[in-house]
């Protein structure tokens, strides 16, 4: 009988402790911080990280100013891929499903170079990174001592990247 009478208790407190519960996470959620966006890395801020690529390039700023074009790079080209292969995901006539999934779903080295033309840069065959991570850097110290030291770090090197790597017609 006195399991019963626990049971009962329990049940009968359980409607209140979970409006608490509810009440609580409202309140929580009420002062919860608004999400933002993905705050935009300035020049500035990307400079002062590639200013130390000489003195310690194996250093924490070093690697995060490589890393940081390198992925800029990497995402450019990625991207451009997909988008290029999803615009040409329609059936082409007499292709068998094997040939369509082929074609869009395992892009080749061409479809890669193809995507890069869309970038509007081409960094052509095997290229050291760090000569491509010294031509950017030089770029962003000079807008960074201009006038556009808090302008966005990824139109400054997306326009580094145009202008030193333009895809020339082969």
Not at 17 to 26: G, N, P
Not at 131 to 140: C, F, K, M, P, S
């Amino acid at each position: 009988m006195h399991y019963y009478r626990f049971a009962l208790e329990f049940f009968v407190s359980a409607p209140v402790a979970r409006m608490a519960q509810l009440a609580l996470v409202i309140a929580l959620l009420a002062v919860a911080p608004v999400a933002r966006a993905v705050e935009v890395l300035s020049v500035h801020e990307l400079a002062s990280h590639c200013n130390r690529l000489e003195a310690e390039p194996d250093g924490a700023d070093a690697q995060y100013c490589i890393r940081y074009i390198q992925g800029f790079i990497d995402g450019a080209v990625a991207t451009d891929v997909s988008v290029m292969l999803g615009i040409e995901t329609e059936p082409q006539a007499g292709e068998t499903f094997s040939q369509r999934a082929k074609r869009t779903r395992a892009p080749s080295r061409v479809d890669h170079i193809r995507a890069a033309r869309l970038a509007g840069f081409c960094l052509g065959d095997p290229l050291p990174l760090r000569e491509v991570v010294n031509l950017v850097v030089a770029d962003l110290v000079k807008l960074d001592l201009g006038e556009t030291p808090e302008a966005p770090a990824r139109e400054a090197v997306y326009e580094s990247l145009q202008n030193h790597y333009p895809c020339t017609d082969e």
